[in-house]
């Protein structure tokens, strides 16, 4: 039913995922050749999976099959027992698979297409039936899995690194000056709903003396997603990261204290169209004579405009920063587009400007931008 996400095909092995993927015209046809042919239009997804799917990837769905079967694919069949791979897959993509083949996601040319053989609704119960092989409750579901934004946080728990850039145009006492910042993410999930993450910036700074280099302050991150309902598409997320003053403070890298940073994080999406998320955060410092503690907070939307997770999807991020000593508010608003780079949606990019809208404005301007690799999904450059 489902193939293992594969690698790079060699030319000779092009005619092995052609021949087996006649495996579901002739499965169809062996039965029809009966004396007395069942009525497949009746069968339940469950019953779908038995007779067919269970061929490949076994009755218990962990994929152990003949290895004489296997010289006809170009990738063995997973384990579609693992529960962050289970789980973690949207149903429609899963449907999309079974019924147009492997190559629709970027998945195993081997797989192939049965939307001619069952209905939508009998595919539907296909997958559901795959579902059950992993106590769903116990993990987030894949359709709570929004687009990362740029200022909110996401609320889904990830196995992804990102390159995220930023730079900045400020005026100070008169002139103009620039930052940049270019952060290293890394997160990976633990136990059900758990990840652990980190963030190692380099920044830069133009000064009246010149331009200044050094490391930024290192974060270190937890994440618990509490809640999730894939029906209603509805996900609740809680946290803290610790901001490290590993950065020089001379140089403004760095205000010179451990900031701890409690947040929570929402997202909902309506439909396939759109998701919206949101999150609220504290920056609470340890020294208070050096940092103000803020209050972070941010709203973001995402239009998604086909059920392929490869290309465009615009969006707008507001945020607002409030200083909680001096009573000080900002707010921006972020413009976006993301671009799915893969078929599996594994390898993203997206670029941003946040326009500040208040009267208090720390900068000019602020050009965002990353760029994703869901690392546990695939390799980076396919």
Excluded at 144 to 163: I, M, P, S
Excluded at 292 to 320: C, H, Q, V, W
């Amino acid at each position: 039913m489902l193939l293992r996400k594969t690698s790079k095909i060699k030319k000779n092995d092009i005619a092995r995922p052609l021949r087996f993927g006649l495996l579901s015209t002739l499965l169809v046809s062996q039965l029809l050749a009966q004396d007395d042919p069942p009525d497949i239009s009746i069968l339940s997804g469950k019953e779908i999976y038995i007779q067919f799917c269970s061929r490949c990837h076994g009755d218990d769905g962990k994929g152990n099959i003949p290895k004489e079967m296997l010289q006809n694919m170009d990738a063995p069949p997973p384990d579609l027992t693992e529960p962050y791979f289970n789980s973690g897959e949207k149903r429609l993509a899963w449907f999309r698979v079974i019924k147009f083949g492997g190559d629709i996601e970027c998945l195993s040319m081997s797989m192939p297409s049965w939307g001619e053989s069952f209905s939508d609704r009998q595919i539907e119960e296909m997958v559901e039936h795959i579902k059950t092989f992993v106590p769903q409750h116990e993990y987030p579901q894949g359709e709570v899995n929004f687009l990362r934004a740029h200022a909110v946080t996401k609320a889904f728990v990830e196995q992804e690194a990102l390159l995220i850039p930023t730079y900045t145009s400020k005026t100070v006492n008169g002139e103009n000056r620039s930052e940049t910042k270019t952060t290293f993410y890394y997160a990976s999930r633990f136990g059900n709903r758990f990840q652990y993450e980190l963030k190692a910036p380099i920044q830069s700074a133009s000064s009246s003396s010149g331009r200044e280099f050094g490391l930024g302050n290192l974060e270190l991150g937890f994440k618990y997603a509490f809640f999730d309902d894939h029906s209603n598409g509805i996900i609740l997320s809680t946290g803290i990261e610790a901001e490290v003053p590993t950065g020089d403070e001379s140089k403004g890298f760095s205000s010179g204290t451990i900031i701890g940073i409690p947040y929570i994080a929402a997202g909902i999406g309506v439909g396939h169209s759109v998701e919206f998320q949101g999150s609220a955060k504290i920056d609470a410092p340890f020294n208070r004579s050096k940092a103000n503690p803020e209050l972070k907070y941010g709203f973001s939307t995402a239009f998604i405009l086909s059920d392929s997770r490869m290309g465009l999807f615009p969006g707008i991020e507001i945020t607002g920063t409030k200083d909680l000593t001096n009573r000080t508010h900002m707010f921006s608003i972020i413009p976006k587009l993301y671009v799915g780079l893969t078929k599996r949606g594994h390898v993203g990019f997206s670029v941003g400007s946040e326009i500040p809208v208040s009267s208090e404005k720390a900068f000019s301007s602020r050009w965002l931008a990353f760029l994703l690799w869901d690392y546990a999904d695939g390799g980076l450059w396919w």
